[in-house]
């Protein structure tokens, strides 16, 4: 499953947001540009990734956000794999500014998946190994081939 999100999930070389606001509605125009959802649910999808980071920040430390939401109008579980080199605040737990963010669409009715993915993409986002080579990833088409070899050898 890892493998197959891996391969349709789309990739943000450079993210042009200068806000986590304005960052949340890039990474929601790119999981619909790949087919996650239809364009009328992008406006109910970014006022609960909104109303999800009001709760908590989704901002896991190490320069890395995971916002993550479920939808009925979600098609299929969607990644979205983006990097900012300068920073946005985010509210980390740790209070670092944001470099890395993952955003994760699913469907509501598959929450084992979603957690499944979460589990994959904290692991990811722990290994300082992944982040930095994400950095230095030279293009998108880089940023995909880096998660298929941290995967195998996670042995996913």
Known sequence: MIQQLIGA????????????????KELLAAAMAVGAFPAKA???LH??????ESIGSTGLG??????????????????????CKTGLEWQAIDGRPVH???????????????LQCLRWIASLARNA???RF????KDPAAMRELLREMTAKAGL
């Open 9 to 24: 999930a789309a990739m943000v070389g450079q993210l042009e947001a200068a806000t986590k606001e304005a960052a949340l």
């Open 42 to 44: 992008q406006k109910s």
């Open 47 to 52: 006022k609960r990734l909104a109303d999800r």
């Open 62 to 83: 190490n320069s890395v956000a995971v916002p993550h939401v479920k939808g009925d109008e979600v098609a299929r579980t969607t990644l979205v794999l983006a990097r």
């Open 100 to 114: 890395t963010a993952f955003l994760l669409v699913s469907p509501a009715s598959e929450p084992e998946s979603h």
């Open 129 to 131: 190994d992944f982040r």
């Open 134 to 137: 994400l950095h230095e990833a």
